[in-house]
């Protein structure tokens, strides 16, 4: 959206969008972090690094002489995806799998549903997947289990699945670091004081929940100085980017913003160049092109803490040879988090992206 349009739209709604602070999803999240500062999977599992997956020689030849067929069903395409599909692929290839089948669900329950349809069709060995709505597509993934078909899921599981029954493993980030991350991040951008707005995703979606959660927690524990005045639930970019210029106007003081994922964040930003607020530091998670090259260049982006998705991707196909050769594999898995900032973004991107990131920010970063 341009920034004279976007400004505009922001101006009709920011006077009927309240900022009140309400019940949320984040909440039992919230509680369980209280506890115990431990990412949890959705059904309460203390995750375990994904380092403990390990095939014997005898186990890898064992799946190569299969020549096993993948399905992947992505939410949504994004740079993230991406980096999961790279590090898929590499072990697709040294297991000696095929990939065929995937389809991108453009983060619409409805057309992941039909996609897995779709999948079932060629009768794969293994499908991995990003379940986009966990109650509504339950269903349609037990006909999966019916089909012989082993689980293996990114972040969320459909409801009622249990382990190791119905699916393999689920594979994830460390939630709570991410959320400490960010936190420690977007303070150090403001020096440790003054008035930040805090965007949450307004869905019970466990590994959005509880990486927000955390981030709360952070602030509210342990920077004093630091005050939430201002926190919205957001569904999807424009939503984010309305919440921005509203928190911006009603709070003409803020210092800080927390966009709860990438493509939100560019929302964020575009609301803050609208206002003529070069000033405003953002903090995100997961790696965008967008927002890598504004926070190279300086811009409102302060930092962005991101998983590691190319061995996320990775393990998720080892989790599949688990569930072919019926070898116990843990319920939830997860990748560590890490900082990236202006200094060392481009590293880290390589690292975890499995590719060089956008010439554009190779180029920024050496000025």
Known sequence: MKARSFSLFCMILVSSFSLVFADTPLDPELENIKKEFATLSSTGVKAVPTSVLQLTPAETATIKAKKLKVAWLFGEESAWSKGIQAGSEKAIADLNMNLVFTADAQFDPAKQKTDIENALAVKPDIMLSLV????????????????????????????????????????????????????????????????????????????????????????????????????????????SGVAAAAMITQHPDIVGLFSPWDGPAEAVVAACRAAKRPDIKVVTFDFGAANALDMVKGGNIAGIVVDDPYAMGYSLVIMGAYGILG??????????????????????WKKVMGADPAPEIINASKK
Not at 327 to 348: E, G, Q, T
């Open 132 to 239: 986009v709505d966990p109650v509504s597509e339950a269903q349609a993934y037990r006909e999966a289990i019916e089909a012989g078909v082993k689980l293996a899921f990114i972040d969320e599981l459909p409801e009622g699945f249990k382990h190791p029954n119905d699916y393999v493993g689920v594979c994830s980030s460390d939630l709570v670091n991410l959320g400490k991350d960010a936190a420690e991040m977007l303070a150090d951008a403001i020096g440790g004081k003054g008035k930040i707005g805090f965007m949450y995703y307004d869905t019970k979606y466990h590994n959005t929940n509880m990486r927000e959660a955390a981030f709360k927690y952070i602030i509210q524990t342990r920077y004093p100085k630091i005050q939430i005045v201002a926190e919205q639930g957001i569904t999807d970019a424009e939503s």
């Open 327 to 348: 070898k116990p594999c843990p319920a939830f898995l997860m990748v560590p988090a890490a900082k990236a900032d202006a200094k060392n973004v481009v590293s880290v």
